[in-house]
């Protein structure tokens, strides 16, 4: 690591660290917003005719489904940047946006079965969407051990972003791929449902309203921790670089 | 630690040797590193045979069940052979620090890719050509069909296409061998579905129509990660 700094701050300077005033009231927000999306979920929406109770997973479910996607994406697009500026702010967005889908798919991956032990009798079965959920999760934690793996930090950042892309692409075609050819038996929450899907069901008003507050809440949540990840991936650098510094002063 | 090497990039005039050349002398230098010490294609050839027999022996499938996994464990065997050829092929550039010789020659980044691609698929189909006839023995299911040979080659080619790329990364990541699965088959799934499926389908005498689209998205993978892998080779090994 370079010991010679040239900017920021003297490390004499006394600086606090509080998250700016827009992260805390985004952080607020988005916890009523949560607060208000599991009443919405358990209370607001009427229960499902047909699959009972248990379809309330759903509201959780397809929204962090939904924000994992989105977080992936924003991956690609910030593998891009870092590739083509080798900015180093890229590449936090990068990896941040990483750890927070992988969390957000976690919820999904583990949330699903749950409903689909009840739906179709069994937890899992290779149907496309499961099969790019899983291949999702298993990319990107793969994504997370190549950078663990490797010691140069652009060495880490170019891989990254490379990684990054290839597995969204591989993601996107194992589920566009694969749905096209063979009838999907999961239902489909948003869109049109396969004719041969089981649990197709028209949304009643209510279900319909507490289905898209979940996915704007989920969006929230992806957004705020984020923002938080990269902050603390800031923070980080910054304790790297003041520890290099006063080691070279000492040294 | 050659960093000054690396910093000096061919003036652009330099690289006159044409790609598809290029490309052809890497994958030559890799053919006849490799007939001389014969290392990766016997390693790469045991494993497939013993992963066969455990095959064989583990599941000790009837009539029917023979048929219907074949194409699965054929693709297995391959893909989990192919990431010990993928592994070698470059590890043994970096461990010998030929990678920086290769990248100081005057030839495109992309030939680089090219003929390790090419290199790996190649051994990859060496190991299908041995693994057929055997399996077809074993399992008494006939690979011997008609387009089978195609989707195999196909397969191949988007795996290598795929995993030379993923191989470039992982070799420099500590423990690279163990990385190298885990980074390349949730990525070569995509590849592995509609080959297996294509291949399972020509097994059990499904007319071609039917598994035309299996084709077409095999193909379609293949073109998506090798323009993918191309686009992207030259961010792996440059510095």
Not at chain 1, 179 to 203: K, N
């Amino acid at each position: 690591m370079s010991a010679t700094v040239v900017e920021g701050s003297p490390a004499t300077t006394v600086t606090t660290h509080r998250p700016p005033l827009a992260l805390t009231v985004l952080t607020v927000f988005t916890a009523l917003m949560l607060l208000a999306a599991s009443y919405m979920a358990f209370l607001y929406a009427p229960t499902e005719l047909t699959m009972g109770a248990v379809q309330r997973i759903f509201y959780f479910h397809v929204g962090a489904a939904w924000a994992g996607a989105l977080a992936f994406l924003v991956t690609v697009v910030a593998g891009v940047a870092y590739l083509i500026t080798g900015k180093r702010s890229w590449d936090i967005v990068g990896f941040s946006s990483v750890e927070v889908g992988l969390a957000l798919v976690t919820i999904t991956l583990a949330s699903g079965p749950v409903w689909a032990q009840f739906a179709w009798g069994k937890p899992w079965t290779w149907d496309p969407k499961l099969t790019a959920a899983a291949v999702m999760w298993l990319s990107y934690a793969a994504y997370l051990m190549l950078r663990q793996g490797i010691e140069d930090q652009r060495r880490q950042a170019r891989f990254g972003a490379v990684y990054g892309i290839v597995a969204f692409a591989s993601v996107m075609v194992t589920y566009v791929g694969v749905r096209f050819i063979t009838a999907t038996i999961h239902p489909a929450v948003v869109g049109p449902s396969a004719s041969t899907g089981q649990g197709d069901f028209g949304m009643a008003p209510r279900i319909r309203n507490a289905m898209i507050f979940s996915f704007l809440t989920f969006t929230f949540v992806f957004a705020t921790l984020l923002w938080h990840r990269i902050r603390l991936a800031h923070l980080t650098d910054r304790v790297a670089l003041l520890k290099a510094r006063l080691l070279s002063r000492l040294g | 630690m050659t960093l000054e090497l690396h910093a000096q990039r061919q003036p652009e005039a330099a690289r006159a040797t044409p790609l598809f050349k290029a490309a052809a002398a890497i994958a030559w230098k890799d053919l006849r590193t490799e007939l001389r010490s014969k290392e990766t294609i016997s390693a790469m050839l045991v494993f497939a045979l013993v992963a066969i027999m455990i095959f064989s022996f583990a599941l000790e499938l009837d009539r029917t069940g023979r048929e219907a996994s074949a194409a699965g464990i054929l693709w297995v065997t391959l893909v989990f052979a192919g990431s010990l050829g993928l592994g070698r092929s470059l590890g043994r550039e970096k461990d010998q620090h030929c990678l920086d010789g290769l990248l100081l020659a005057p030839i495109d980044r992309s030939a680089l890719y090219f003929g390790k691609l090419a290199g790996n698929a190649l051994f990859m189909a060496v190991v299908a050509v041995v693994l057929l006839p055997i399996m077809t023995i074993l399992f008494d299911v006939s690979f011997f069909r008609p387009l089978v040979p195609l989707v195999v080659l196909m397969g191949i080619v988007g795996y290598a296409g795929v995993g030379t790329l993923i191989a470039s990364m992982s070799i420099y990541a500590r423990g690279g061998e163990v990385m190298l699965p885990i980074l390349l088959l949730p990525i070569a799934l995509s590849i592995l579905i509609p080959a297996v499926r294509a291949t399972r389908g020509l097994l059990e005498m499904v007319p071609f129509a039917e598994l035309s689209t299996w084709f077409n998205l095999l193909l379609g993978t293949n073109v998506i990660y090798i323009v993918l892998a191309y686009m992207l080779f030259g961010f792996v090994v440059e510095e």
